[in-house]
Structure formats: C-alpha cells, structure tokens
C-alpha cells in the first residue's frame, strides 16, 4: 500500500481565518514534505520532516507552520494568508534512512482558496 | 546551477500513436530520476525510479530509460486515458531529499 491521505480535500478561507491540513501515512515512512504547487507549475518544496524532525524549511514565510506529531501524520497550520497564497498543497512521503529508497509517495492535495 | 527540463511542453497524439518524452538534466551528481504522471487537480502518481545509466524500466504502455544526460518516457499505442502531465524529477548528491522538478510535459491523447 503506498497511499498518503489528505484532509481536507478543498478549503476555502478568508485572509483573518486560522486552519489547518492534515496529511497521514501508514507506510511506515520516516520523511514526510509539504509542496505547494501553482496552476501550470511543477510542485515547490515548502517543508521536510525526517525522523519528526524539521529538516528543511524551504524560505517559507511564516503564515505556514508545519508539525509534526508523530511518524505517521503531519500537519500544516495556516494563519492571515494572502489570495496569492491559494493553490494545491501536496503532502509526500520517503522511507529515508539507510537502505531506503528515494521514491516520494504523494496525497491527492487540498486545494486552498484564500479570499 | 542544477536544471531539469522537459521536451515538449506539451504534444497531442492520437490514440495508438507511439511517441517519447524528454527529460534533461545538469546536475552535480544524480542519485535518481523519478517519473511522475499528474491528472488535473489531483497529486502526482509516481511511475519510475532510474538511478544510474543504462537502467529500463517499463509498466503497461511506458517505458521509461536513463542515459548520463537525459531520460526518456516512451508510450507506445497510447490510450485517451493516457492523457495527463508528465512530471520528471532528481535526487542531487548531498542535497538530501530536495526534489528538483522538471516543468512537466502535458500530454492529450485523442480518441
């Protein structure tokens, strides 16, 4: 089973609302990321959790905090988005760590609209 | 600087119509290539991992090769239900898990 699971599947929110995605993998999986991806665009790396560890935070400004409860599940936390912040948020998932592969299982995203 | 792009940004093909996808790329030191496929509105489906040169892979109607400087998806009697955006994708050495993505190609397959 190679399935990442995303909640919710679309959100709209205005730009004083607090929300939240949530991402969830069974796999067994250590590595877990956050995309961003724009209409036409390939994805844009936000966030890499390996071990629930932050360990890439890709410039992101700080309206977006990601956590990481435990293995199986990340979260993002929005707050005073812009409009230009909407788009398909796209969570991911590696084995990372010795003898894993590299490959990147991806969720079906949430598609966020910032009004 | 590292760059990967994809050839042709978009092709249209008739059903049966055999074709190949482009992937170039220069980067200092490739640990894989991932071939993604990505419907609209929905996140990519990953398809391939090539990892050194000289490397097939092939699922159903694609085929997917590695040279030192470039990969090619090959479709061969492409479906309608083939249509989609082809996204490929490196793993750099010493760069960790950060995924340099190609443009995608977009492809449509006409019945």
């Known amino acids: 089973d190679t399935e990442v699971t995303q909640t919710p599947k679309h959100l709209v929110m205005g730009m004083t609302n607090k929300k939240s995605l949530k991402c969830e993998q069974h796999?067994?999986?250590?590595?877990m990321y956050w995309y961003k991806q724009k209409a036409k665009k390939p994805p844009e790396l936000m966030f890499v959790y390996s071990y629930e560890k932050l360990s890439i935070n890709e410039s992101v400004p700080s309206r977006f905090s990601p956590e990481c409860p435990n293995s199986s599940l990340l979260n993002l936390h929005l707050h005073a988005l812009q409009p230009e912040d909407s788009a398909l948020y796209l969570c991911?998932?590696?084995?990372?760590?010795?003898?894993?592969?590299?490959?990147?299982?991806f969720g079906p995203g949430t598609r966020l609209t910032v009004l | 600087e590292d760059q990967v792009t994809q050839s042709p940004e978009a092709l249209r093909l008739q059903e049966g119509e055999s074709s190949s996808l482009n992937c170039s790329y220069t980067?200092?030191?490739?640990?894989?290539l991932f071939w993604y496929r990505q419907d609209p509105g929905k996140g990519p489906e990953f398809l391939f991992t090539l990892y050194s040169a000289g490397e097939e892979k092939e699922k159903e109607r694609l085929k997917a090769t590695l040279t030192k400087k470039e990969s090619f998806l090959h479709i061969t009697a492409p479906k309608p239900e083939d249509s989609a955006t082809y996204l490929c994708a490196v793993l750099r050495d010493n760069y960790g898990q950060n995924f340099v993505f190609g443009p995608g190609t977009r492809l449509s397959v006409l019945p």
């Open positions: 980067v200092s030191g490739l640990r894989g």
């Open positions: 991911a998932s590696s084995q990372d760590g010795p003898g894993g592969t590299d490959t990147q299982y």
């Open positions: 796999m067994g999986h250590r590595a």
